[in-house]
């Protein structure tokens, strides 16, 4: 186990709001393993405290077998943090930011180019311009090179993806998968359901709590119900209108069409019925596949 | 130590990259030197006099050339009646009169006594103080030069000396004053905002999560700031003796150790403030607002300390720049050595470790 959270309890402020709420996870030793919730979460506070930036409130956890609180300095140097927000420094160049955060870790870019390699090719041809003036993708890969650059063993990458374009994002998923072929346990937030299924296993997490952990493919096969989309007409009429609807069960909207599910004894060809009585005509219902956010809808339902 | 090394060499490249903090460091003590020096002076030259001579004799003639001769007087006009002269003051033509009475050449030699009446403009009292001080060293300079000449051996003359400046001169009083603004300020805000800029820009997380020790974080923080200031010390130094023609009279060496000393006990404030500030912006705040005030009020070189209410007076024991004002007065005007100011730099010395280790014992090694 890379990393074991237990009970890990985190509070803020006088009015004592609950951030992390007696989490529990344990992460494998050359997992990619993905946090999944919406922003307020408690994705960051869970990463400050496991990166030893905050001492939490209650519980323990143990990064690579040392704990959190008290071998705070052993576990600084076995880690990779990359915080939520850019953090690098904007008036120094590419090259500057990798060189000052190299010698800090107290190595050199020759000694592991080799990690960051595939990732700093990309974005060398710029290393003579200062970091504010990159673009959000390459600002990312610099601070993936910056946070790798020491050859952590734990890698904890803290929403890196918010704000980047689609192309850049892809990439820099595929750059996760290459570093676990390289041992590197990696553990990621994202507020990006699609993403979820890229990750080895899976937290899903609201409101500080935990809702499940599980590989992607067992979440959505576990989903045990019969999922719609519909289509057709007014989206927001027909929303109201199957929400109202007595043989549904949850309906919400998915991109441009609804996702839905039914009573148990409701049929599929009554709904279709229903909806062209009451003037949708073009109204069409067809079963898919459940997404992780199908998955997480339903999990904050049921809890 | 390579990583010291880059870390001061990166704090370094922050200061020279950000046209802001150069301004701030090279023009603060510039315009403060140029202001102080040329601007806001209280040192009165090219006073207007006006000249009632009712003697027209030697002695008049030779103490009215004197005056004209001086810099700190101009002879606009001679007026023959006093209705004249008041309606010269009235018109703000003059600022000071001189009256030589009838007959002064011959009263002087039969009762070596005589008197010659100076009227000033007292709606400014400071200036006219200063101005009939100035007068009265034409004076007194004039008998000196008499008594040689005077057959009578026992002539007794009070005459004040101005010590260490005798020509009274505005740049002795303020450049040390100058040179204690100048470090504090700079020093404190300098060295909070950068440390609080880390924190507000996340950069600090990840220096925290480094296994770079905190402590080195700290001294590679304070050390660029700490060259500077004594470079800018340098400057200040040798815009005074070029500037400003005040000589440097005591040892150089012994003035920036004691200045490296005061860098350092404000950089710990700095650093003391930056543990609270959140925002680069109240870092400032904090900085200039603590700090100005104070050093201004309680330093001594604006408001005599001696004069003050005993609470003030206490309250500016503590102030930091009251004792490094002693220090440099000591040292550059008066040439005075270690042994004029150890007491002084002792109580520096108690303070710098003091603040240091508070400040150290404050830096927070998580968030929050």
Redesign the interface.
């Given at each position: 186990m890379m990393i074991v959270t237990e009970q890990l309890k985190k509070v803020y402020g006088k009015e004592k709001i609950v951030a992390v709420d007696n989490v529990n996870l344990s992460v494998d030793k050359g997992e990619i393993f993905g946090l999944i919730g919406p922003d307020g979460a408690g994705k960051s506070s869970i990463f400050?405290m496991l990166?030893?930036?905050?001492?939490p409130d209650g519980g323990s956890a143990t990064v690579n077998g040392f704990d959190i609180v008290k071998d705070?300095?052993k576990i600084?140097?076995c880690?990779g943090?990359m915080?939520g927000?850019?953090?690098?420094?904007?008036?120094?160049t590419i090259e500057?930011n990798l060189?000052?955060?190299a010698?800090?870790?107290?190595t050199t870019v020759s000694e592991n180019y080799h990690l960051i390699k595939d990732i700093y090719c990309q974005i060398e041809p710029f290393k003579d311009r200062r970091a504010g003036k990159l673009s959000g993708g390459m600002k990312q890969k610099l601070a993936l090179c910056?946070?790798l650059i020491?050859k952590p063993e734990v890698l904890f990458l803290d929403e890196p993806t918010t704000g980047v374009d689609v192309v850049s994002r892809k990439e820099f998923w595929d750059m996760l998968k290459n570093l676990k072929q390289m041992g590197l346990t990696i553990l990621v937030s994202t507020p990006y359901m699609n993403e979820a299924a890229l990750c080895d296993r899976i937290a899903l997490i609201q409101s500080g709590k935990i809702l499940s952990v599980n590989t992607p493919e067992k979440l959505v096969n576990n989903y045990g119900e019969t999922l719609y989309t519909v289509t057709g007409g007014n989206m927001y009429k027909l929303l109201n209108l199957l929400r109202s609807y007595e043989g549904t069960d949850s309906c919400f909207a998915f991109g441009n069409s609804l996702h839905l599910t039914l009573k148990y004894q409701t049929k599929k060809d009554t709904v279709v019925a229903y909806l062209q009585e009451e003037g949708f005509k073009d109204a069409a219902i067809q079963e898919t596949i459940p997404g992780i956010e199908d998955c997480f809808i339903k999990l904050l339902k049921t809890n | 130590m390579?990583?010291l090394l880059?870390?001061i060499k990166?704090e370094f490249?922050?200061v020279f990259?950000?046209k802001k903090t150069l301004l701030m460091l090279f023009g603060l003590p510039t315009i403060q030197i140029l202001l102080f020096g040329f601007a806001l002076t209280n040192e009165i030259k090219n006073t207007r006099v006006t000249v009632l001579d009712y003697a027209q004799d030697n002695i008049s003639k030779e103490l009215i050339s004197k005056i004209d001769n001086s810099k700190y007087f101009d002879i606009i006009s001679n007026v023959n009646t006093e209705q004249e002269l008041e309606s010269e003051f009235r018109k703000g033509n003059a600022k000071i009169a001189v009256v030589f009475p009838a007959g002064l050449e011959g009263e002087l030699k039969h009762n070596k006594k005589a008197t010659v009446q100076l009227i000033a403009d007292a709606s400014d009292p400071n200036s006219a103080t200063t101005i009939s001080n100035y007068f009265n060293n034409i004076i007194h300079e004039y008998n000196g030069l008499n008594i040689s000449k005077s057959p009578l051996p026992m002539q007794i003359l009070a005459e004040p000396k101005m010590l260490y400046n005798p020509e009274l001169k505005g740049a002795p009083n303020f450049v040390p004053g100058v040179i204690a603004l100048v470090l504090m300020l700079v020093c404190t805000m300098m060295s909070s905002v950068s440390i609080v800029k880390e924190k507000e820009?996340?950069?600090m997380?990840?220096?925290?999560?480094?296994?770079?020790n905190p402590i080195f974080i700290i001294i590679s923080k304070l050390m660029p700031y700490m060259i500077i200031s004594i470079f800018n010390l340098i400057i200040i130094l040798i815009m005074s003796v070029t500037l400003l023609d005040l000589e440097i009279k005591g040892s150089i060496m012994l003035l920036i150790f004691a200045s490296t000393l005061f860098i350092l006990t404000s950089l710990a404030i700095g650093l003391l403030i930056s543990a609270t500030a959140k925002t680069q912006q109240s870092a400032m705040m904090i900085s200039l607002t603590g700090m100005l005030l104070p050093t201004m009020l309680l330093t001594g070189f604006m408001f005599p300390i001696e004069n003050m209410p005993l609470p003030l007076k206490l309250l500016s024991n503590i102030v930091p720049s009251r004792w490094f004002f002693i220090i440099i007065k000591n040292v550059m005007l008066k040439g005075l050595g270690f042994s004029s100011i150890w007491k002084q730099l002792l109580i520096l010395l108690g303070m710098c470790t003091f603040l240091l280790r508070v400040s150290i014992k404050k830096f927070k090694?998580?968030?929050?």
């Open positions: 400050r990166t030893t930036l905050l001492i705070y300095k600084r140097h880690i943090y915080p927000r850019f953090s690098l420094y904007q008036d120094l500057e060189q000052f955060f010698t800090v870790f107290n910056c946070a020491h | 390579t990583q880059s870390f990166k490249k922050h990259r950000d820009l996340g950069t997380e990840i220096l925290l999560v480094s296994p770079f090694i998580r968030l929050q």
